[in-house]
């Protein structure tokens, strides 16, 4: 069981900064794929990033070039590192983990909020 614990959302204006914190419970955190994911007001959850256990990562197209996942395996952490914040990019974010890559995400967080103002 993996228990992950969102942070670091907030208000922040057009062209601002955040970083997403995710911290998780476990001893075999270097092992999962971490990802994060959105939901808009009214919208399904969207796929935002993702780092893979051994290497790699991935965005989704509206958000490469201002994103950056990373992950300390030493500290059982992911962030999100957010760039140019859009109002577009408000949202709940989520964090997620898994072990069985491309078939489920098998934990999330609880969410955090992230207000883009115009």
């Known amino acids: 069981q993996v228990q992950l614990v969102e942070s670091g959302g907030g208000l922040v204006q057009a062209g601002g900064s955040l970083r997403l914190s995710c911290a998780a419970s476990?001893?075999?955190?270097?092992?999962?794929?971490m990802g994060w994911f959105r939901q808009a007001p009214g919208k399904e959850r969207e796929f935002v990033a993702v780092?893979?256990?051994?290497?790699?990562?991935d965005y989704a197209d509206s958000v490469k070039g201002r994103f950056t996942i990373s992950r300390d395996d030493a500290r059982n952490t992911v962030y999100l590192q957010m760039n140019s914040l859009k109002p577009e990019d408000t949202a709940v974010y989520y964090c997620?983990?898994?072990?069985?890559?491309?078939?489920?995400?098998?934990?999330w967080g609880q969410g955090t909020q992230v207000t883009v103002s115009s």
């Open positions: 997620a983990a898994t072990l069985r890559r491309g078939v489920k995400w098998d934990y």
């Open positions: 476990g001893r075999t955190f270097s092992r999962y794929d």
């Open positions: 780092i893979r256990s051994i290497i790699g990562t």
